[in-house]
């Protein structure tokens, strides 16, 4: 197949809707760390159990990466999106610890199989010309839901009966994306054609030994993981301290600052590739430890909202530019792996943040202690940024 020429083909917009999808599925869980006690599990197991899904994805990433192709993509959607539909439903039924834990795992199976295959198929759907503004639009595609999911869960939540009902009904979603994915399998001979037999391989373990020597590498990883963990840490835990600090709309918050999110990453864009990367993220860094600070010291709605719009706008600036230098500190062929290692460092975020915070918060840490554990990894987070732009190896850091 010659080099797309078009971004909004009919085949990019239906992968973005299952993409979109896919994330509606993750999103509507903001709350589930609330909805364990409901079901009266123990708060030690509850950080344990949410932790699952985001952990079996952690697990399964790396070793399926190198199992997917064009020629596979769009079987394995279609296998993950049925899968998706049973670990929904199954949460109406699901209510004890060993239950859950199983659950949860082959949740978190079916997801990462489907976002994995997802993206295999979308970047050779991307013109070269037009790639900041297709990953965007890809981008987008997976933070709407975030804006969206807890304000509508908010809204159904005493209609439904419960969050498991509420995890059933998102499964309507999956029958459209059935349906294109089944339109694009057989419209997949055409426009496949000629690069069919392009795989993903997995790297070798001294190309990846040496890909982490490089500069800024193993810096900006770790930089990922400190700032997907505080990020997961909102994601699971705001909504319970909104409960406990008599703000109970705690859908708002997360509607709020992933509006920002989608606005300051549609509006600035371009103007992240102008600016020197690594400085930026510095500042950013030193205004979200104040952030985290201030979160604790939330007692008003009218704080609880500007909150939301600080958050929110220190997080869109955050994550484009930081994915930004990783691109640019990477060698151009192992720029696929380091993308999907920064997948791995949000995967682990996602698993540790839930893990770590539910035990802190079971042993008697306040809500405030908790974000202020948050700031520190911040913190710990802007160290890196300041040696990587020290140049510890002598060489000239990503800008």
């Known amino acids: 197949m010659a080099?797309?020429?078009k971004l909004l083909t009919f085949e990019f917009v239906a992968i973005n809707f299952v993409y979109f999808f896919a994330f509606c599925n993750m999103a509507v869980f903001y709350s589930f760390f609330e909805y364990l006690g409901k079901l009266g599990i123990p708060p030690e197991w509850r950080g344990l159990i949410v932790g699952l899904?985001?952990?079996?994805?952690c697990a399964l990433r790396l070793a399926i990466i190198p199992l997917l192709h064009l020629g596979n993509a769009i079987k394995v959607m279609m296998l993950a999106l049925g899968m998706l539909v049973i670990a929904l439903c199954s949460y109406m039924w699901v209510s004890d610890i060993p239950g859950?834990?199983?659950?949860?795992?082959?949740?978190g199976a079916a997801f990462v199989l489907l976002v994995s295959a997802t993206m295999s198929l979308v970047v050779h759907l991307i013109p070269a010309e037009?790639?900041?503004?297709?990953?965007?639009?890809?981008s987008i595609a997976s933070l709407v839901p975030y804006a969206v999911m807890p304000l509508v869960t908010e809204g159904l939540l005493d209609r439904a009966g419960g969050e498991a009902r509420i995890y059933a009904w998102i499964t309507v979603m999956a029958a459209p994306g059935m349906v294109l994915l089944e339109v694009l399998r057989r419209r997949s001979k055409t426009w496949i054609e000629g690069i069919a037999g392009t795989l993903m391989k997995r790297p070798r373990l001294e190309e990846v030994t040496a890909n982490l020597r490089q500069p800024g590498i193993a810096f900006l990883l770790g930089v990922c993981l400190f700032i997907y963990f505080v990020y997961s840490t909102v994601f699971f835990f705001m909504k319970s301290f909104s409960v406990q600090a008599g703000l109970e709309q705690g859908g708002i918050f997360f509607t709020i600052c992933t509006i920002m999110l989608i606005a300051v990453r549609t509006i600035g864009g371009s103007a992240f590739d102008k600016v020197n990367k690594i400085r930026v993220l510095q500042i950013v860094s030193a205004l979200l430890v104040l952030c985290f600070v201030l979160f604790g010291q939330i007692r008003s709605a009218r704080m609880y909202y500007a909150m939301a719009v600080y958050y929110g706008l220190c997080m869109?600036?955050?994550?484009?530019?930081?994915?930004?230098?990783?691109?640019?500190?990477?060698?151009?062929?192992?720029?696929?792996?380091?993308?999907n290692l920064a997948l791995f460092m949000m995967d682990a975020g996602f698993f540790l943040s839930p893990y770590l915070g539910g035990?802190?918060?079971?042993?008697g840490t306040s809500f405030a202690g908790l974000f202020e554990t948050c700031a520190v990894c911040v913190g710990a987070g802007l160290i890196l940024l300041i040696r990587l732009e020290r140049g510890t190896s002598g060489e000239k850091a990503p800008t």
């Open 130 to 138: 037009r790639s900041a503004q297709g990953f965007g639009i890809v």
């Open 53 to 57: 899904e985001p952990m079996s994805a």
């Open 3 to 5: 080099e797309a020429k």
């Open 100 to 107: 859950l834990i199983v659950l949860r795992i082959f949740h």
């Open 316 to 339: 869109g600036i955050f994550m484009p530019v930081l994915t930004a230098s990783l691109f640019v500190a990477s060698p151009a062929h192992l720029r696929g792996l380091n993308a």
């Open 359 to 363: 035990a802190l918060l079971s042993s």
